[in-house]
């Protein structure tokens, strides 16, 4: 089933939407994304882990990197140490020594689930990290063990799978 969302682009990829300059649009996009899977529970929640957490942690490989990269960008401007896991070199078991128990992963992966994205996740637990999941499904390897889990629903076109929901989460 391919779907636009185009009521979304002014939020993103587009800056056009935003709290303080245009309420009402915002209050909109809320609305659309809380009916596409983003429940205010759930952000309120992941919120308020983010805040209490010394550390943010963002791992997202394969069809998920670019999610993740541009997480970690905007991370950069909060007052957290913010670390993207890269796995450049086959040192992300070196990275992720640095976690700590308080700390907070977000790891984001999309069927079929990336196995280095997964095993990551699961050593931050094992560290003591609470994970934040942005996934495509509650059956998701990164949703079972996740403090708070984002299921971001992609469309396709021709093999093609858009990340557009995720980015705009």
Do not use: C
Not at 55 to 77: C, E, K, N, T
Not at 87 to 100: K, N
Not at 107 to 125: D, Q
Request: avoid cysteine.
């Amino acid at each position: 089933s391919h779907r636009h969302i185009s009521n979304l682009y002014g939020l993103y990829p587009g800056h056009q939407i935003s709290a303080r300059r245009t309420p009402t649009l915002a209050e909109a996009a809320r609305v659309v994304l809380e009916q596409r899977g983003l429940p205010g529970k759930t952000l309120d929640a992941a919120v308020k882990l983010l805040a209490a957490a010394p550390a943010l942690w963002i791992v997202g490989s394969r069809r998920a990197f670019p999610v993740a990269a541009y997480l970690a960008y905007a991370l950069q401007h909060t007052d957290k140490a913010v670390q993207l896991v890269s796995f450049v070199g086959a040192m992300q078991q070196g990275q992720l020594r640095g976690v700590r128990g308080g700390d907070v992963m977000i790891a984001i992966s999309f069927a079929p689930y990336a196995p280095e994205t997964v095993a990551a996740a699961e050593a931050a637990r094992e560290q003591g990290a609470r994970i934040i999941a942005i996934t495509d499904s509650r059956m998701s390897p990164l949703a079972a063990h996740a403090a708070q889990a984002f299921i971001v629903h992609e469309s396709s076109t021709f093999g093609f799978r858009a990340l557009t929901n995720a980015m705009a989460l």
